[in-house]
């Protein structure tokens, strides 16, 4: 339950009906302080006053002067960091659009609501309201590139696994590999905050190189143990730039005992890459070499339907950002549908990430997508914990998810 005095709202909307209106929803549903304004300018002089400086901003998209989009601009100058509910008599799609534009922009969107506004339905949005977190240092920090590097020669990368499931029958097919940072002072960094650091200063190759030889050495050791794993490792278009990569991975193998066909490459193209020629004849032999390709992130920018064309990929994996939800919302199912026909006609396998809950899970199952990953399976984990891990999963499967709670 929302703390109703820490929420200070201010509503935007230039029909005094409307302010009207919510002013009396609001009221009946507790929250005492709130400021209306009929115009962009207005509620920008509120925002710019530090004692009148909401924490939840209830905007009206169409207006006329400033529109909502226009006024989104000036709060993202101001540093806005808190939380948005969007109103407009708009249709859905065009609502999620924006909604989208604005959470690029990092504000908290909680949700939005279609004209005309039904209690309930701003009643559930406004108990998503949180106290915007003051970020934590880990979370604003920038490495350098002589950190990054200190990082990878150090030996602190960690791999972390996270499984790939047959929806069919709930077999764990294999893991990706998804390396972290495990930073002296700073915890466990994602690598979101360091991958593209190491690709712009040269060190990709590095990191590559290193998260696969542990990854190989793992490999072995599942196998060693009985484990039908396939490993996947990430690997940037970057790294298959140099012509001694495919010697480095063959010979790795080879010598460490894995046979290419237990190896997946997930490949995604960086947002640096130059001349594609090197890349294509690298994959190219390195599929003649057996190994797996898989095209990550697909239907992203990062991922296009040329590298599709070029490269002969054996897995496709469907963004979560299509995935996760598709199965109540027509843009995304359209994609999602989209991108498994096409991996059907191209006879390639479909990987969908992104798989949070149960309904995501069924509509993978009742579209017939081969392999699954996403928290409702597992989070990564260290590779330690997965024969735990893998112990309860199949108990889950037995029962039908039927004793899950929550997920
Ligand atoms: P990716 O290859 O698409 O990996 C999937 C990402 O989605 C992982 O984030 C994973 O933790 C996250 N994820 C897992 N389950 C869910 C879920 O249910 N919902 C959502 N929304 N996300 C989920 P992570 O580990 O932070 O990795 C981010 C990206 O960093 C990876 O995206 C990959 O592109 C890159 N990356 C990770 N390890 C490496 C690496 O060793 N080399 C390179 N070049 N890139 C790497
Ligand atoms: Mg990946
Ligand atoms: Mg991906």
Redesign the pocket.
Known sequence: MVERSMVKILVLDDEPFMLKLLARMLTNQGFTSVTFCKSGRAALERLDAVDTRPNLILLDLNMPEMDGIEFVRHLVERNYADSLILISGEDERMLQTVEKLVQAHKIMVLGHIQKPVKPEVLSALLEKWVPSSTDSPKAMKVYSADEVRAAINNGELV??Y?PKVAVATGKVAGV?????WRHPVYGIV???QF?GI??AYSL?DD??RV?LTSALAQAKAWQDAGLELRVA????MD?LASLDFLDFVTGLTSKIGIPPQKIVL?V?ESQLMGDTRIPLEILTRLRLNRFHLSI??FGTGHSSMAQLRDIPFDEL?I???FV?RAWTDDTLRAIYDASLALARQLDMEVVA????DRDDWNLLLSTGCDLA????IS??MLAKDLPGWMEIWQERVRNGFANDINI
């Open positions: 791999n972390y996270q990706e590999t998804l390396v972290r994602p690598p979101d991958i190491a690709e990709i990191l590559t998260v490792v990430n690997v940037s790294s997930e995604t990550d992130d994996k963004d979560h950002s996760h990430e992104g798989v949070e990953q996403g928290a409702f989070r990564s």
